[in-house]
């Protein structure tokens, strides 16, 4: 069966094109989905848990970076480096505590 983002592909015209914003904006509905699992789960790590959460606050700080870059750059995010550094801060602290968080597990065992 097809999907509607390869019948996009396949067909445009027959649907509108989803913007990069509308699939940014739809792909939190299942991240969410994702850590009410872990979280109801209990049986993620806590400190890699609380990585995944730290995933949010990366896009927390992403969104009014880039709405910053655009409005007194005139760029996009990517292309003002110190703000796109110090929004990929906080993912790469994210990434960060996940791996220390299963590594402490895979060690535990």
Same mark, same amino acid.
């Given at each position: 069966?097809?999907?509607?983002?390869?019948?996009?592909?396949?067909?445009?015209?027959?649907?509108?094109?989803?913007?990069?914003?509308?699939?940014?904006?739809?792909?939190?509905?299942?991240?969410?989905?994702?850590?009410?699992?872990?979280?109801?789960?209990?049986?993620?790590?806590?400190?890699?848990?609380?990585?995944?959460?730290?995933?949010?606050?990366?896009?927390?700080?992403?969104?009014?970076?880039?709405?910053?870059?655009?409005?007194?750059?005139?760029?996009?995010?990517?292309?003002?480096?110190?703000?796109?550094?110090?929004? !990929?801060?906080?993912?790469?602290?994210?990434?960060?505590?996940?791996?220390?968080?299963?590594?402490?597990?895979?060690? !535990?065992?």
């Amino acid at each position: 069966m097809m999907n509607l983002l390869s019948a996009n592909l396949l067909l445009p015209g027959l649907l509108p094109a989803l913007s990069k914003e509308s699939l940014f904006a739809l792909s939190l509905f299942p991240y969410l989905g994702f850590l009410w699992f872990l979280t109801r789960s209990r049986q993620t790590p806590k400190l890699a848990l609380i990585g995944f959460y730290m995933t949010l606050l990366f896009v927390a700080i992403t969104i009014p970076a880039g709405i910053y870059a655009q409005r007194v750059y005139g760029e996009a995010l990517a292309n003002v480096d110190a703000l796109h550094g110090g929004a !990929e801060l906080f993912l790469t602290l994210a990434n960060i505590l996940v791996v220390l968080g299963f590594r402490q597990a895979v060690m !535990e065992r």
